[in-house]
């Protein structure tokens, strides 16, 4: 018996039971997607960050409302984030104050309503896949750990049908499930690592979309005019 042989990774692999494979298989597919979903994640979060910055510089030059909206509503460029929020509270305040019989309130109701409204989806859209590194990093080191405890099972088992049992004879089998346990923390880090970073991330967006919120209700609140009695 070729111990060294028997020893390299790719024969482990090849060797290993039918049920140590699925398991290694289904933890390379795992890594493959969370790899996918983090680079993903990396450059949405980007540029949503790089969006916002432009966005709020914009905003607080003091340029026109209006010929902000015009901007951002005529859609030669993809909107996205605060500038989605804005377009939705500016729109939705336009809206209601054309109608006139609504009073202050009613119309910063509504304007705030199209505003949380917006915030809900820009966050909905950056929190995308966030659960499935979340469930990559939690589920992949206990799966991995299965294909272990089985293949060192299948491992003992076979020391049924021989008379002295070596090292040799263990060695393989101990070998090949070890290597699920490595494959499980190889895809469950990288997937802890980018959730904690990106949620991170969402959060302070979230608190700047949350503050954008309040500080341009104060502005159109100041641009509501009474009506007449």
């Given at each position: 018996?070729?111990?060294?042989?028997?020893?390299?990774?790719?024969?482990?692999?090849?060797?290993?039971?039918?049920?140590?494979?699925?398991?290694?298989?289904?933890?390379?597919?795992?890594?493959?997607?969370?790899?996918?979903?983090?680079?993903?994640?990396?450059?949405?979060?980007?540029?949503?960050?790089?969006?916002?910055?432009?966005?709020?510089?914009?905003?607080?030059?003091?340029?026109?409302?209006?010929?902000?909206?015009?901007?951002?509503?005529?859609?030669?460029?993809?909107?996205?984030?605060?500038?989605?929020?804005?377009?939705?509270?500016?729109?939705?305040?336009?809206?209601?104050?054309?109608?006139?019989?609504?009073?202050?309130?009613a119309i910063m109701e509504g304007t705030r309503r199209a505003m949380k409204a917006a915030y809900q989806r820009e966050m909905d859209y950056l929190e995308s896949g966030l659960a499935f590194l979340a469930s990559v990093g939690s589920v992949s080191p206990y799966v991995g750990l299965f294909g272990t405890v089985w293949g060192i099972m299948n491992a003992f088992r076979g020391l049924s049908?021989?008379?002295?049992?070596?090292?040799?004879?263990?060695?393989?089998?101990?070998?090949?499930?070890?290597?699920?346990?490595?494959?499980?923390?190889?895809?469950?880090?990288?997937?802890?690592?980018?959730?904690?970073?990106?949620?991170?991330?969402?959060?302070?967006?979230?608190?700047?979309?949350?503050?954008?919120?309040?500080?341009?209700?104060?502005?159109?609140?100041?641009?509501?005019?009474?009506?007449?009695?």
């Amino acid at each position: 018996m070729n111990v060294t042989q028997d020893l390299s990774f790719f024969n482990l692999v090849l060797n290993a039971s039918v049920l140590v494979q699925g398991v290694m298989l289904m933890l390379l597919l795992a890594s493959l997607m969370s790899w996918w979903t983090i680079f993903q994640k990396l450059f949405s979060i980007r540029h949503a960050v790089k969006h916002t910055d432009r966005f709020e510089e914009e905003f607080w030059s003091g340029a026109d409302l209006s010929n902000l909206y015009q901007r951002v509503s005529s859609g030669r460029q993809a909107v996205m984030g605060m500038e989605k929020i804005f377009e939705a509270g500016f729109r939705e305040f336009l809206k209601l104050k054309r109608q006139g019989r609504l009073d202050n309130t009613a119309i910063m109701e509504g304007t705030r309503r199209a505003m949380k409204a917006a915030y809900q989806r820009e966050m909905d859209y950056l929190e995308s896949g966030l659960a499935f590194l979340a469930s990559v990093g939690s589920v992949s080191p206990y799966v991995g750990l299965f294909g272990t405890v089985w293949g060192i099972m299948n491992a003992f088992r076979g020391l049924s049908n021989v008379v002295q049992a070596t090292l040799a004879h263990v060695a393989p089998g101990i070998a090949e499930a070890l290597i699920a346990t490595a494959m499980g923390l190889f895809s469950a880090i990288p997937a802890v690592l980018a959730y904690n970073r990106y949620a991170h991330d969402i959060d302070r967006l979230g608190t700047r979309f949350e503050s954008f919120i309040e500080e341009f209700s104060n502005i159109l609140q100041r641009q509501v005019v009474t009506p007449a009695v």
